[in-house]
């Protein structure tokens, strides 16, 4: 198995720009993806294949990578991008790991 | 669109096993895999288990061979078993629907999710 680290907390104010980092040894061999997840809700998938975006997704959340680190930009923060995002990856086996999430907080 | 909604006993005694349904509204079960994926209360997600459509599936490794995964396609179900519970298996419940390709890197991931199942077990 392999692990993805996150940091447990991000703030930001409107309008500003937010950076999520997930970090793992397995990740240049490996896509990441990015959920985002509001309070008693399900997570709805905002990246995939490191930084493609699903139909519906804002143009604001968009995903990089670099060696061992993705990473997810929210651009232009705005109140209800306040949730917790995870990312996930999947290793050539087949297992599947989440990161340990991180809250974002709109001040 | 195609729809999630996971079913079965929200409440289970310690010691006994935990059985939930997924039921997927409509379409063919044969282009994506079918997972459970869990979530104790205030914590992280937690992936259990995966199953394609042929009833070929993976489990996390965590979690041993207490979980079950299986499949039925002429009823558009997947169930979940996870058997000698404790106070650590409750959590809300997803099942969820994955994608799965090989592009240079194996690509797996989930586009689709039900509402969750919280399941507490009981002492």
């Known amino acids: 198995s392999f692990d993805l680290t996150q940091p447990p907390s991000v703030s930001v104010s409107p309008g500003q720009t937010a950076r999520i980092t997930c970090s793992g040894d397995?990740?240049?061999?490996?896509?990441a993806y990015w959920y985002q997840q509001k309070p008693g809700q399900a997570p709805v998938l905002l990246i995939y294949k490191d930084s493609e975006r699903p139909s519906g997704i804002p143009e604001r959340f968009s995903g990089s990578s670099s060696g061992t680190t993705v990473t997810l930009t929210i651009s232009g923060v705005q109140a209800e991008d306040e949730a917790d995002y995870y990312c996930?990856?999947?290793?050539?086996?087949?297992?599947?790991?989440f990161g340990s999430g991180t809250t974002v907080t709109v001040l | 669109q195609v729809q999630l909604q996971e079913s079965g006993p929200g409440l289970v005694k310690a010691s006994e096993t935990l059985s939930l349904t997924c039921t997927v509204s409509s379409g063919s079960m044969k282009t994506y895999f079918w997972s459970w994926i869990r979530q104790p209360p205030g914590k992280g997600l937690e992936w259990i288990a995966y199953?394609?459509?042929?009833?070929?599936?993976n489990y996390n490794p965590s979690l041993g061979s207490r979980v079950t995964i299986s499949v039925d396609p002429s009823r558009n179900q997947f169930s979940l078993k996870v058997r000698s519970v404790t106070a650590a298996d409750t959590a809300v419940y997803y099942c969820?629907?994955?994608?799965?390709?090989?592009?240079?890197?194996?690509?797996?991931?989930?586009?689709?999710w039900g509402p969750g199942k919280l399941v507490t077990v009981s002492s």
């Open positions: 969820a629907r994955g994608f799965r390709s090989y592009e240079g890197r194996p690509n797996g991931y989930f586009d689709l």
């Open positions: 199953v394609f459509y042929t009833g070929s599936s």
């Open positions: 397995a990740l240049p061999q490996q896509f």
């Open positions: 996930q990856s999947q290793d050539v086996g087949g297992t599947h790991v």
